[in-house]
């Protein structure tokens, strides 16, 4: 049974930093890419950031410089390290993972950051 367990939301003030967390099980972790995607109230699910199997990584353009996405095979974990939130960044975060047409979710974890 594949299971993606989000945590680390919360409520921040504009300019603080979170860290959410993805722990994966029932997966061969390091053979997925990863990401990290979000969806505001209203709005379409979008991409955040995503490492691939090869710790290659990609980022939306509004997250860049002020995001991180890593990996840790090891704790079968990837992480989304985010600096200088915006109110513009809440929503609710997702955790994917993918391997050819194997594709998983998280739950998610909502993340609010207050003006």
């Known amino acids: 049974q594949v299971q993606l367990v989000e945590s680390g939301g919360g409520l921040v003030h504009a300019g603080g930093s979170l860290r959410l967390s993805c722990a994966a099980s029932g997966i061969i972790f390091s053979s997925y890419n990863m990401g990290w995607y979000r969806q505001a109230p209203g709005k379409q699910r979008e991409l955040v950031a995503r490492?691939?199997?090869?710790?290659?990584?990609d980022y939306a353009d509004s997250v860049k410089g002020r995001f991180t996405i890593s990996r840790d095979n090891a704790k079968n974990t990837v992480y989304l390290q985010m600096n200088t939130l915006k109110p513009e960044d809440t929503a609710v975060y997702y955790c994917k993972s993918n391997y050819y047409n194997m594709v998983y979710w998280g739950q998610g974890t909502q993340v609010t950051v207050s003006s």
């Open positions: 490492i691939s199997s090869g710790s290659s990584t």
